[in-house]
């Protein structure tokens, strides 16, 4: 629970009985994985979504990766893929900025 940075059991339980409905040979987006937060989509939109400094190497090489995924989208011309990662880029840029 505190490592998702849930107040309640109830809302982890929530996020851990959710699944990822699409084909992982259709999506880059990695699975659920609550012994990171850093690398679960859900935990990163979420606005009770709390996190500490012991994350900032996680969240750092999580932003690195959206970057890739933004260049491939592009080059690919996947447009939504492109907003849908730039968008968790920007949340993972804020969660940092407000670790400083």
Known sequence: MAALGHRTPNMSIIYASLSNPLSTSSTKTPSIDTS???????????????????????????????????????ERGWQREVERHTATQRRIEQLLSDLC
Do not use: G, H, M
């Open 36 to 74: 990171d937060p850093s690398k679960c989509d859900l935990v990163l939109t979420c606005s009770k979504f709390l996190t500490t400094s012991d994350y900032t190497p996680r969240l750092r090489a999580r932003l690195a990766v959206e970057q890739q995924l933004i260049d491939d989208a592009t």
